[in-house]
């Protein structure tokens, strides 16, 4: 069975420091992996993803993530965190067989403070 | 181009009452699920299509129905309303199966009493 797991339910972080949310999953097959973003009151938003290829991927507003095959980690990472950045951060995959499901994980609650 | 659109918004249901959420894309995207999304649980996929005529089953699919007739729309049904079905349900679509990545609605307030 395919999981996702964010171990952290809230990251504190300082404007202009490095921040990390972590992320870890468990599939069948190589995995699909993927971060959104949720706004208060708002639908997710697509962050960035892994499929193949380079192990470090850019996305959307100077995120990027870290696919560890050994570790079966795929930590979200920006060099300067900004005020901006407050949301809640979900990870989520998917197995490359065995069906068509993706599976979220509980979501990471980031504060950056002033 | 709309996105993904769900209506309602918002929607109070007393116990035992039926519902049906709409959810409907504009895309063209074969690949359509619905979620729930409650605090500390994160998003639960309750039902997925690959495509018109295909349904089924996600991780908590008890209490809920679905159809697809078309593309472009995929209605979510309470049957009969429980107080543990409020919830914050999510409809999302996306181009390919799990390559591409998903596009949300704004998401259904909803509240059983």
């Known amino acids: 069975a395919q999981s996702v797991a964010q171990p952290e339910d809230q990251v504190n972080v300082a404007e202009g420091n490095p921040l990390t949310v972590k992320c870890t999953y468990s599939v069948s097959g190589n995995p699909y992996l993927f971060w959104y973003v949720q706004y208060p009151n708002r639908g997710l938003q697509f962050l960035l993803k892994y499929i193949t290829g380079d192990n470090l991927v850019k996305g959307s507003y100077g995120f990027e993530a870290e696919f560890n095959k050994s570790q079966t980690s795929f930590h979200l990472k920006k060099p300067s965190a900004l005020v901006s950045d407050s949301a809640l951060y979900f990870c989520?995959?998917?197995?490359?067989?065995?069906?068509?499901?993706?599976?979220f994980g509980a979501g990471t609650r980031l504060f950056v403070k002033a | 181009n709309a996105g993904v659109t769900q209506t309602p918004k918002f929607q109070v249901l007393k116990t035992g009452q039926s519902m049906t959420l709409q959810c409907a894309q504009d895309?063209?995207?074969?690949?359509m699920s619905w979620y729930r999304q409650d605090p500390g649980m994160g998003l639960r996929l309750i039902h997925y299509s690959v495509g018109a005529g295909i349904t089924d089953q996600g991780e908590v699919p008890n209490g809920y129905n679905v159809s697809r007739s078309t593309t472009e729309d995929f209605p979510l049904r309470l049957l009969s309303a429980a107080p543990s079905q409020t919830s914050v349900y999510f409809c999302a679509s996306s181009y390919e199966q799990g390559i591409t990545e998903a596009f949300f609605g704004q998401g259904t307030r909803l509240t059983v009493v």
């Open positions: 989520a995959v998917r197995s490359n067989t065995g069906g068509f499901k993706t599976i």
């Open positions: 895309m063209n995207h074969e690949y």
